[in-house]
């Protein structure tokens, strides 16, 4: 009888080292992430991973026991100070993950009645935001930005659109000002860019700290403002990390959501011939490649054994949102039709609490997009593109995109709060001229 064949290590994968860790970073996995995850597969519903050298984790690969970790916190925690080998000194100063990981006083980090009062400040202040006002910010950021570069016939759709987008919609319903504003977009691009990483975060925080001032002072129809107004009286310091969680955590998946669900629209024909296109190809990227592809980072409370594997009291333990979804088990309750079963959102009390926005941001962008660019199409073959390293984020280096040119009327825009445009030639604090203040040259924009 012929004997099943072992899973073979994906390229580049030195999982044949002593302690059999499997590599999360570099330019293999980035390639092909899909290997890797049927590879770790085999070694059953949780795999040793490493997130960066030196930094170790235990990935939770099965849907149900993903599941089980996302919804257990009695057992499991997310406050990081409980991080065993942080507290030990193990995991090297530099490293490139640990700021991602390392614990901030907000929802994300927090557990127990701490959690629930931050979340709940969080998630009544977001249910706040205007369906129908979203959507008129959101074309109307997208007007702008592909009046830069409509007139070119090309374009690279991550650079010039999908990692602007969120940023500037987010600028808006934040109440930012033109300086504020700018320091915000400069400090969350530099942060993820990893251009002066640590300068870029204290420019953000400057920023934010700046903003609660300001809306203590002068509150407005905004999300900082619904956020001072709750009844779990956030502090000032409290303001900032809640208000930089929402920037930062929004920012970044729904740049690669709106980045892979056009990435999927151009590569693939088949949506040319369906019927709500925009939707369908949302939710397949949902499924199949996950803005975040890894993340949920926990900590056991105590020893324990969990899905077969033996944890000390500390351990990381992440969550694979692409591997549960991409699994035998969820691969058969997708085919059964059940179309919105994936993990992309996470699940359980620390779910993200604004996934019918980014949805709506990313629908109305795409539409947008494709309503003033019918024939856009991909400029360079779809094996020449490549995708960010890191083991968490999943989205594109680049898309770049060839079309007619087109020429965009700028639609009367409405009436704008007080803030004055700081002159073009003033950098943000922090020392660079941020293209000019590009949040300043969108709101100059607005009301030309």
Not at 78 to 100: C, F, M, T, Y
Not at 221 to 241: I, R
Not at 250 to 270: F, K, V
Request: hydrophobic share 40%; charged share 20%; net charge negative.
């Amino acid at each position: 009888m012929e004997q099943p064949t072992a899973p073979v290590p994906p390229p580049g994968c030195p999982a044949h080292q002593a302690d059999g860790r499997v590599p999360l970073y570099g330019p293999d996995f980035a390639a092909d992430p899909q290997a890797y995850y049927s590879y770790l597969r085999h070694y059953g519903p949780t795999a040793p991973v490493e997130l960066s050298p030196g930094v170790e984790a235990t990935l939770v690969t099965d849907y149900a026991f993903a599941l089980q970790l996302l919804q257990d916190s009695g057992a499991f925690r997310k406050d990081a100070r409980r991080w065993r080998d942080l507290n030990e000194g193990r995991i090297p100063a530099d490293s490139p993950v640990a700021p991602l990981l390392a614990h901030r006083p907000n929802a994300m980090f927090s557990d127990g009645a701490e959690h629930h009062r931050l979340r709940q400040a969080i998630t009544d202040s977001m249910a706040r935001v205007d369906s129908r006002k979203l959507s008129r910010t959101t074309e109307q950021v997208s007007d702008y930005l592909i009046s830069q570069f409509g007139s070119r016939g090309s374009a690279d759709l991550l650079g010039d659109y999908a990692k602007q987008l969120p940023l500037f919609v987010f600028n808006e319903l934040f109440g930012c000002t033109a300086d504020i504003g700018d320091r915000v977009v400069f400090g969350i691009t530099g942060m993820f860019d990893g251009v002066n990483a640590e300068q870029a975060v204290g420019v953000m925080f400057g920023a934010i700290g700046e903003l609660v001032a300001l809306k203590r002072s002068k509150p407005g129809d905004d999300v900082p403002s619904w956020l001072m107004q709750h009844p779990a009286k956030l502090t000032d310091e409290e303001m900032v990390h809640q208000i930089a969680l929402l920037l930062v955590a929004g920012n970044e998946p729904l740049r690669n959501l709106i980045g892979n669900t056009l990435h999927r629209l151009l590569t693939h024909d088949a949506y040319a011939h369906q019927g709500g296109l925009i939707d369908e190809a949302i939710d397949d990227t949902l499924w199949e490649n996950p803005p975040m592809q890894n993340l949920g980072a926990h900590y056991p409370v105590a020893d324990m054994e969990f899905a077969g594997q033996k944890l000390q009291a500390g351990d990381l333990v992440l969550v694979s949102y692409a591997a549960a979804n991409t699994g035998p088990a969820l691969t058969a309750a997708r085919q059964a039709g059940s179309n919105r079963a994936h993990l992309a959102w996470s699940a359980g009390p620390h779910a993200c609490p604004s996934k019918e926005p980014a949805r709506q941001i990313t629908v109305t962008a795409i539409e947008n997009l494709l309503n003033k660019l019918p024939d856009v199409e991909l400029a360079v073959p779809t094996e020449s593109l490549t995708w960010r390293p890191g083991p968490f984020n999943r989205g594109l280096t680049a898309l770049p995109a060839k079309f007619t040119p087109v020429q965009v009327v700028q639609r009367p825009a409405p009436a704008r709060r007080e803030a004055p445009v700081r002159p073009q030639n003033t950098a943000p604090a922090g020392g660079r001229n941020e293209r000019g203040g590009v949040w300043s040259q969108f709101l100059n924009w607005l009301t030309r």
